[in-house]
C-alpha cells in the first residue's frame, strides 16, 4: 500500500508535505519518532512497519490538505483506503475478540475495496511499464514526424504550445494504458479476505474460542517455533540421508 501512496504523492506533488509531516510526529511510549524523511527509507523493518501503522492516517491527512476544488474528491478517497486497511490491520492484531469485532473488520475491509481503485495505476508490473514505455517511444516518434512536416508554417509560439500539448496526450495515453492493464487479483488481496473470514469462524463459534482460551490461554501466545525446529530436524535432514525413493 505504501508503494502505491508513495506514487500518488508524487503524481499530486505532495511528497514534500508527507516527508515533513513524517519527521513532525512528536514522540510517544512505545512509539519511535522517524529519524528521516520516508523518501530515505528504502526497506522497512517489522517494528518501523508497526509504527507507519499506528500514523499513516493522520500524516497522509496532513500531506493532502487544502486541496484545490479539481482535487477533492481524488484527495478523499485515498484517505478512506488507507483508514479502512489500517484500522482492519489494527483490529486484527487484538488479543481476543468478540462477536462484533468481525464484522467491523469486515465492514472496513469492504470499504478497502470500493475506494482502492484510486490507486489503480500505482501497482505496475515490469511487464506493462515496459510496454507503456515501447507507446510512448512509438507515439513521441510519430509526433515528431509530423510536427517536422509541419513546422515550417508554424510560429515558435505556437510550436511550444503544440509541443505542451503532445505531453499531455503522452502522459493521458500512457496513463490510460496503465489502468487498463493493471489489476488487483493477486494473492495479498486474497489473504485479507480469508483473514477476515477466519476471525468470523472463530466469533461464530464463541464456546469452543472461550475453552480454548482457558485451556491455552492466548492465541497470541502461541509460537510455531518448536514446531519449526522440530520440522528441521526430524523431517528435513531426514529426508536428506534417504535415496529419495517413496520417502514418505
Same mark, same amino acid.
Given at each position: 500500500?505504501?508503494?502505491?501512496?508513495? /506514487?500518488?504523492?508524487?503524481? *499530486?506533488?505532495?511528497?514534500?508535505?508527507?516527508?515533513? =509531516?513524517?519527521?513532525?510526529?512528536?514522540?510517544?511510549? /512505545?512509539?519511535?519518532?522517524?529519524?528521516?524523511?520516508?523518501?530515505?527509507?528504502?526497506?522497512?523493518?517489522?517494528?518501523?512497519?508497526?509504527?507507519? /501503522?499506528?500514523?499513516?492516517?493522520?500524516?497522509?491527512?496532513?500531506?493532502?490538505?487544502?486541496?484545490?476544488?479539481?482535487?477533492?474528491?481524488?484527495?478523499?478517497?485515498?484517505?478512506?483506503?488507507? +483508514?479502512?486497511?489500517?484500522?482492519?490491520?489494527?483490529?486484527?492484531?487484538?488479543?481476543?475478540?468478540?462477536?462484533?469485532?468481525?464484522?467491523?473488520?469486515?465492514?472496513?475491509?469492504?470499504? $478497502?475495496?470500493?475506494?482502492?481503485?484510486?490507486?489503480?495505476?500505482?501497482?505496475?508490473?515490469?511487464?506493462?511499464? =515496459?510496454?507503456?514505455?515501447?507507446?510512448?517511444?512509438?507515439?513521441?516518434?510519430?509526433?515528431?514526424? *509530423?510536427?517536422?512536416?509541419?513546422?515550417?508554417?508554424?510560429?515558435?509560439?505556437?510550436?511550444?504550445?503544440?509541443?505542451?500539448?503532445?505531453?499531455?496526450?503522452?502522459?493521458?495515453?500512457?496513463?490510460?494504458?496503465?489502468?487498463?492493464?493493471?489489476?488487483?487479483? $493477486?494473492?495479498?488481496?486474497?489473504?485479507?479476505?480469508?483473514?477476515? +473470514? *477466519?476471525?468470523?469462524?472463530?466469533?461464530?463459534?464463541?464456546?469452543?474460542?472461550?475453552? *480454548?482460551?482457558?485451556?491455552?490461554?492466548?492465541?497470541?501466545?502461541?509460537?510455531?517455533?518448536?514446531?519449526?525446529?522440530?520440522?528441521?530436524?526430524?523431517?528435513?535432514?531426514?529426508?536428506?540421508?534417504?535415496?529419495?525413493?517413496?520417502?514418505?
Amino acid at each position: 500500500m505504501m508503494e502505491w501512496v508513495k /506514487g500518488f504523492l508524487k503524481k *499530486h506533488k505532495r511528497q514534500q508535505g508527507f516527508d515533513d =509531516a513524517w519527521q513532525a510526529i512528536p514522540p510517544y511510549p /512505545g512509539f519511535s519518532v522517524p529519524n528521516s524523511a520516508y523518501r530515505n527509507i528504502t526497506q522497512c523493518q517489522g517494528k518501523e512497519m508497526r509504527n507507519l /501503522g499506528r500514523c499513516i492516517s493522520a500524516v497522509l491527512a496532513s500531506a493532502l490538505r487544502n486541496p484545490e476544488s479539481s482535487q477533492y474528491q481524488d484527495f478523499k478517497s485515498p484517505l478512506k483506503c488507507v +483508514s479502512a486497511l489500517v484500522d482492519f490491520t489494527l483490529m486484527a492484531q487484538y488479543r481476543s475478540h468478540t462477536r462484533d469485532t468481525p464484522f467491523y473488520m469486515e465492514s472496513y475491509l469492504q470499504t $478497502f475495496h470500493q475506494t482502492k481503485d484510486i490507486f489503480l495505476e500505482f501497482p505496475t508490473s515490469k511487464a506493462t511499464r =515496459a510496454q507503456a514505455n515501447r507507446q510512448d517511444r512509438e507515439l513521441r516518434e510519430l509526433m515528431a514526424d *509530423h510536427r517536422d512536416k509541419e513546422v515550417r508554417y508554424r510560429k515558435v509560439a505556437n510550436c511550444r504550445r503544440l509541443a505542451d500539448q503532445e505531453s499531455v496526450e503522452r502522459s493521458d495515453q500512457r496513463a490510460d494504458l496503465i489502468r487498463r492493464e493493471n489489476y488487483f487479483n $493477486f494473492s495479498k488481496m486474497q489473504y485479507l479476505t480469508d483473514f477476515a +473470514s *477466519h476471525v468470523r469462524c472463530f466469533a461464530s463459534h464463541v464456546r469452543c474460542f472461550a475453552s *480454548h482460551v482457558r485451556c491455552f490461554g492466548s492465541i497470541s501466545m502461541d509460537s510455531t517455533e518448536i514446531g519449526e525446529l522440530a520440522h528441521q530436524d526430524q523431517i528435513k535432514d531426514s529426508y536428506r540421508w534417504l535415496n529419495k525413493n517413496e520417502a514418505a
